[in-house]
């Protein structure tokens, strides 16, 4: 699988918005940008996901970069509740549906009141 | 609907035992992965199972096996449990489909089984 960059932390005030980076140099044209975030004690749960346009759901919007090598994760509007570790995953569409995630380091977000 | 279920929450064992680990998954969901979360190796996949076939694994000893049920029930089974096995153990359930938008199936995931090694 290819490979994904993360911050190992950022901090943010709450209110604000918050840009979570990911590079992934080697990503393949059939590879699919995922992101998980985990809370604290429970397990991960999917944010958002997209291939080469930018994506937008209720939780954030996936900004991705024209050459597909990186991507940023924005949360418009942080609060308290959106502390976590943030995870960027590629899976690789032809991968036959086996649904194994290669989890990375992630990034831990941190919100100031 | 009712998100994935593990059980047990937490559970103590000592080096040699042997421990099952079971996972419900969402209902109409087929596929079950499996993960291990340590504090130094973070979370790593263990492997995957769809229709009760095994159809990826990840990179661990064989004393981590699994199986899946025909309703879709996972359990994973450690034997002769070391220190290091001691982790918080994640399951996973998602439709696992192989046709149509391949492999954007969002998973859910369980809210794990701590393991304890003494």
């Known amino acids: 699988d290819a490979k994904t960059t993360q911050p190992n932390s950022m901090e943010s005030n709450e209110e604000e918005p918050v840009h979570l980076p990911c590079n992934h140099s080697t990503i393949s044209g059939t590879d699919y940008i995922h992101w998980y975030r985990q809370l604290p004690s429970q397990g991960p749960e999917y944010v958002i996901h997209?291939?080469?346009s930018n994506v937008n759901n209720r939780m954030a919007s996936l900004a991705i970069a024209e050459d597909r090598k990186s991507s940023t994760l924005i949360l418009h509007r942080a609060t308290l509740r959106d502390a976590a570790v943030y995870y960027c995953?590629?899976?690789?569409?032809?991968?036959?549906?086996?649904?194994?995630?290669?989890f990375g380091k992630g990034t831990h977000l941190i919100i100031q009141p | 609907k009712a998100g994935v279920t593990q059980t047990p929450r937490y559970l103590i064992k000592t080096r040699g035992q042997q421990v099952t680990l079971s996972c419900s998954p969402i209902?109409?969901?087929?596929?079950v992965s499996w993960y291990q979360q340590t504090p130094g190796q973070g979370l790593q996949f263990l492997f995957e199972?769809?229709?009760?076939?095994?159809?990826n694994k990840g990179n661990f000893p064989g004393r981590f096996s699994g199986r899946q049920f025909s309703n879709s029930r996972s359990e994973m089974n450690v034997s002769t449990l070391e220190l290091g096995d001691s982790a918080l153990y994640l399951c996973a359930s998602s439709l696992g489909l192989t046709s149509g938008p391949p492999n954007t199936g969002e998973l859910f995931f369980g809210e794990g089984s701590r393991l304890t090694v003494l």
């Open positions: 995953i590629l899976r690789d569409r032809e991968g036959g549906g086996a649904d194994g995630l290669t």
């Open positions: 997209g291939l080469t």
């Open positions: 209902s109409g969901h087929r596929s």
């Open positions: 199972y769809f229709s009760e076939t095994q159809r």
